[in-house]
């Protein structure tokens, strides 16, 4: 067989199979879609991501089931998402933590964040805020640092686990300090936050939503919104910044990724899923009432997400680099 035929072949071949992933894209989806949580049940990405699955489903056409994988800060459900098959029937709400914190902590992450995903597109993004067992004798900001500095040796804050978006936050707040506290990673913000009511531990900088609702039920302390501005979940709190330290600011986004490799035509059938579901006033408003604010839909397409993936990963690798925040 001369090379002329050999390479007609090849390039028949290549169009087949690019009809048939065409094809099977055009049908997508058949059958029950799985969105992976990776994050405990009951922690503020856990009750966003369901609404958000819910609405998405319905657009699609087929049920998104929400399957929590909380473990490793959420790198385990991340990488389970890394491996799944391309074919659009499974796929990851990650954030902050699963795909910038996580690539810098360790030398050897369980996956790529940038190679073994194909992103889908940014939703929102979550402030932190920062709150104490209901007994801390420190009701804002000021009482909590001058605590701090005297009793941090028998101190003790939880997080969803080391690397994540309740670890970070917290972490560099205790560096800014100049104290060192002792963390205790958690299997998810939702285990963390029982501790945290029952006395457990001392303090955590959880999500807006989790966080804002146990404080205004005061079963915790809410002791500053670690944002620019404040929030409308919970305006009666102040920032940190107004509390006096500035550049403590801690704000985690989340986004939807499909594993690497998945159709371009899935991809994006999803991303638009996630637009629409993003641009209807009534889930705006869940989302909103949760405390999160809707990324705009600029920043909501899978380029956007491509190369602020990709800045995200630098930048909090020389925050984490500097503060010298290192695995426990």
């Known amino acids: 067989m001369n090379h002329l035929a050999k390479w007609a072949i090849i390039a028949a071949s ?13 049908a997508w989806p058949v059958k029950p879609i799985t969105l992976i949580i990776p994050f405990a049940p009951g922690g503020g990405v856990d009750a966003s991501a369901r609404i958000q699955a819910q609405q998405m489903g ?18 385990v459900g991340s990488g389970r998402v890394a491996r799944a098959e391309p074919d659009g029937y499974t796929f990851l709400i990650g954030n902050t933590g699963t795909h910038a914190h996580s690539q810098a902590l360790y030398k050897k992450p369980p996956y790529n964040a940038m190679a073994d995903f194909a992103p889908v597109g940014l939703v929102t993004d979550s402030p932190r805020i920062l709150i104490a067992r209901k007994d801390l004798p420190a009701n804002n900001l000021r009482e909590f640092i001058a ?8 101190m003790q804050f939880g997080s969803a686990g080391v690397g994540s978006g309740t670890h970070l936050p917290c972490a560099i707040l205790v560096k800014t300090l100049g104290v ?27 999500t807006i939503q989790t966080g804002a609702a146990q404080a205004k039920a005061q079963t915790v302390k809410g002791i500053a919104v670690m944002a620019e501005r404040r929030v409308s979940i919970i305006p009666e709190l102040a920032t940190t910044g107004e509390q006096g330290l500035p550049g403590a600011e801690a704000s985690v986004w989340n986004a939807f990724f499909l594993p690497k490799g998945t159709p371009d035509a899935i991809v994006r059938r999803m991303n ?3 637009n629409d579901m993003l641009d209807n006033p009534a889930t705006r408003k869940r989302l909103e009432d949760l405390g999160l604010e809707i990324v705009p839909a600029a920043r909501r397409t899978p380029e956007f997400l491509t190369k602020f993936l990709s800045e995200e ?16």
């Open 58 to 75: 319905e657009l699609l056409g087929q049920t998104i089931i929400a399957e929590n994988v909380g473990a490793a800060a959420g790198m």
């Open 147 to 154: 605590y701090a500095k005297t009793n941090h040796a028998k």
């Open 180 to 206: 060192e506290i002792t963390h205790i990673p958690y299997r998810g913000a939702g285990p963390a936050m029982q501790d945290l009511i029952g006395g457990r531990i001392d303090f955590m900088c959880d």
């Open 14 to 26: 290549a169009g087949l199979l690019a009809g048939m992933n065409g094809a099977f894209a055009q």
């Open 313 to 328: 990963i630098v930048r909090w690798g020389n925050v984490i680099r500097s503060a010298g925040i290192t695995p426990e």
């Open 272 to 274: 638009k899923a996630m």
